[in-house]
């Protein structure tokens, strides 16, 4: 299986760079178009999250294989303030920022799994899959 | 090399701007775009616009929340957005996102969006003779 390959997130630049490598890994592992744009999509959400609420992070994708499937698994990571109330940000429409809310709702429809883990003050990891199909 | 240095071409044809977006958009020049756009809008005093995004791949939701923002700040100023070419899956992830742009006109290609423009901004009323504000 490949390895894993991971983009640091610190600009606005790393955002179309880390989308860019998941597009690239997708495309390598034989999703098609539509679900390329899914998964970047959702990477470039998941990506200016970390730009704008904790200033950086990195963004590490990989291929994944579940018995006789296979997929692909991106994983957000950062040292930030941490998500207050998961709930509320999952809702579409909710933000604290100048966003308009989708990010975190919008990724989450664009993959097939999706987990939040935070921590006030320690940081945020999201993994999120999405399976060949 | 300034980060900001991308700047995206915006032609005029008589009363229409075509800007054509031929690669991807980082946040800063996305609202450098927005901010050229709307200078050359009230620069020309064009009639319309056409943003062309045949190239792009990825419209995430700052890209199609930009894209909102411009069609409603020219719609101020006076100024209709048409935007032409998306592809399949930027559709298909748009309205996935949640975000399906209900005030931006658009049409399948360039082509299509200038006779958009001509039919309904340029020149609406001269096949049906209805004024507009007679009510």
Redesign the interface.
Known sequence: MAQAKAAVIR???D??IA??LA?DTARSLGFG??D???I??AV??LA?NIFLYAGSGSVTVREIERGLRRGIEIVCEDQGPGIPDIELSLQ?GYSTSR??G??L??AR??MDEFDIQTQAGVGTTITCRKWRS | MN?SGLRIPILKVEEVLIASIQV?????SAVQFKDDLLQKIHDTKARGVIIDLTAI??????I??MIADIAAMAGLMGSRVVLTGL????A??LV????ELPNVMTALNLEKGLAVMKNQVISPDEEEEQGDGTG
């Open positions: 600009s606005d630049l955002i179309v989308r860019t597009r178009p539509i390329q744009a899914r970047a999509t470039s959400e200016r579409d966003g308009m989708m990010g709702p919008g429809r664009l | 980060s991807a958009l980082h946040d800063a791949d990825v419209v995430d939701s700052f199609g929340r592809q399949p899956a930027v298909i992830t996935e996102l949640g975000l």
